[in-house]
């Protein structure tokens, strides 16, 4: 075809000389280099846009940038880890309160108070300190803690 078509890029007035020109100008229009394309199709979008396309974010979700995060602020970094469930215990202490002289005589199955004396166990007001660390947990291999997730094929055009 050699007619001629104008196309409207930005309030101006943008001519090409045959309707194949015309479908180039209009697709680097709606996908210009660096656009993202999303698709459950596996096909590469070079088979029907043009251009040159790479296929990115592979096994990985999507994140907004967000300039407030030094993390997430330019587009195209990733993060996150394989192996999130890392061998790891924690540290713990603390310090019980003093407690009050418990007195009483158990007797027949009812506890009957009398005055120094818990079951025949005297005690008396106390208080001690106590710390420890638990048990080591994680085996630093991959565990199943997805997110609902939908797969896609994601491409970033290139040329």
Known sequence: MTDIVQLQQNG?????????KAIDGLVDSVYPVGSVFIS???????????????RIANGRTLVGVDSSDTTLAVSGNTGGSVNPLTTHSHPF?????DASLITGVASGGDLNFSSG?????????????????????GSNTNHSNWQPFFTVYIWVRKI
């Open 12 to 20: 101006k007035g943008v001519y090409m000389k045959t309707h194949g």
């Open 117 to 137: 004396s818990v079951g025949g166990i005297k005690t008396a007001a106390h208080s001690h300190a106590y710390s420890g660390t638990t048990d080591t947990q």
């Open 40 to 54: 459950v199709s596996e096909t590469n979008p070079e088979a029907f846009f043009g251009g040159t396309w790479e």
């Open 93 to 97: 202490s603390g310090r019980t309160s």
